[in-house]
């Protein structure tokens, strides 16, 4: 798939699911698109760079910043945008991706979920609702998924990320 089939999928998908998409295309081939996405009182951004992906803006004030979270797959950025559309309905404001919607995201179930957890199906809920989860479960977690886990810090002056050794990871 090509950078410029990335982009194209995206806005169709996102018009399949309800969404208003205006491009604002770049004059340099290689610059940033945006594509300005809305419906009903809902608005946001995803920003597309050839060689970087889909960058969805979950913050108020992003101009002039990047995007919160990146994607590189159409699918998942709208699905993504139709998850901040929900959260956005319900209770007037969006937030950062939790775990339920990242498990939702990968299309899977808690039970699958649990089995590559090697734990019950239960215990993928509590740890889902959970507001205080340790950083070891919250790497196997990710890592079930098919991810990994990174961490960053941010000071007034400066952000950077945060190298954990694999020994803390379990």
């Not at 004059?27 to 992906?53: M, V």
Request: net charge negative; charged share 25%.
């Amino acid at each position: 798939m090509t950078a410029t089939d990335l982009l194209n999928d995206t806005g169709v998908r996102l018009q399949e699911l309800g969404f208003g998409v205006e491009v604002d295309a770049p004059d340099d081939p290689n610059g940033e698109t945006f594509l300005d996405i809305s419906k009903n009182d809902f608005f946001t951004q995803i920003s597309f760079r050839p060689h970087a992906g889909l960058g969805v803006f979950i913050s108020d004030d992003a101009y002039g910043q990047r995007p919160d979270e990146v994607y590189r797959n159409a699918v998942k950025a709208a699905n993504r945008v139709e998850q901040l559309f929900k959260q956005f309905e319900k209770s007037g404001s969006v937030g950062y991706l939790t775990l339920l919607e990242m498990r939702k995201l990968n299309n899977l179930s808690q039970v699958e979920l649990a089995q590559a957890l090697s734990i019950k199906q239960p215990s993928v809920n509590r740890i889902e609702k959970r507001e205080n989860i340790k950083f070891e479960t919250l790497a196997k977690h990710v890592a079930a998924m098919g991810g990994r886990l990174e961490m960053r810090v941010v000071f007034d002056e400066m952000e950077a990320r945060l190298e954990i050794p694999t020994s803390q990871v379990g």
